[in-house]
């Protein structure tokens, strides 16, 4: 009776041991799985080539209006010739930096407006911004982009942000990058607003 109470606690010992090595084995006939590296799913990036006048009513052309510079004011009761005091206006305008090349003859044209459209030529593509993905961040953004004569981008504004600076940078920084056949009014080129959809997609989103 004592040897069945002493082998009792070894059988459990034992039996706790098997148990285990079962589980082990068990384990290691499972297939071992790698797990799949992180992908970025291509950027779906298109053009908007019917744009509405509601978006054309929103784009301000550039005023190219030369301002005259104003003349010295001079003081009521004192000769300008005697060395009087005199006051220079401030003239704001000079104060202000244009955002494309001043040329009185060149125009710009709505896009529905426009007889011969700009066609694109090279649209890149944006760069995912690495801590917009590893983060998990998608978007889309609109921008506008202004085309000059000579088909290049003058200028790019966003339209609708993603709600990312990160998103809105790298749309902005690719649409400044693309390059248009030139659009023409009455035979003669004239710059017109373009509008551009980028959509930043991670894969399996």
Known sequence: MRDHKKMY??????????????????????PYAEPEPYKLKQEVVGIINEI?????????PIDNTVRPK????????????????TIDPTDYGENIIPTAPIG?????????????????????S???????????IEGKVVVKMLVDIDGGV?????????????LDESAIAAAKQSKFT???????LVR????RQIEFKLAGG
């Open 9 to 30: 606690g070894i059988y459990l010992r034992a039996s706790f041991l098997i148990a285990i090595g079962l589980i082990i084995a068990f384990l290691l006939t499972l």
């Open 52 to 60: 509405s006048m509601e978006i054309d009513k929103q784009i301000e």
């Open 70 to 85: 104003p003349q010295p004011v001079v003081i009521a009761g004192q000769n300008p010739d005697d060395g009087a005091t």
């Open 104 to 124: 009185p003859d060149i125009e710009v044209i709505p896009y529905y407006k426009v007889e011969v459209k700009p066609q694109p030529i090279s649209m890149p």
């Open 126 to 136: 944006p760069v995912y911004p690495p801590l917009a993905a590893k983060a998990g």
């Open 154 to 166: 003058i200028t790019v504004e966003v339209i609708k942000s993603s709600g990312n600076p990160m």
């Open 182 to 188: 030139p659009a023409k009014q009455r035979d003669k």
């Open 192 to 195: 017109v607003w373009v509008v």
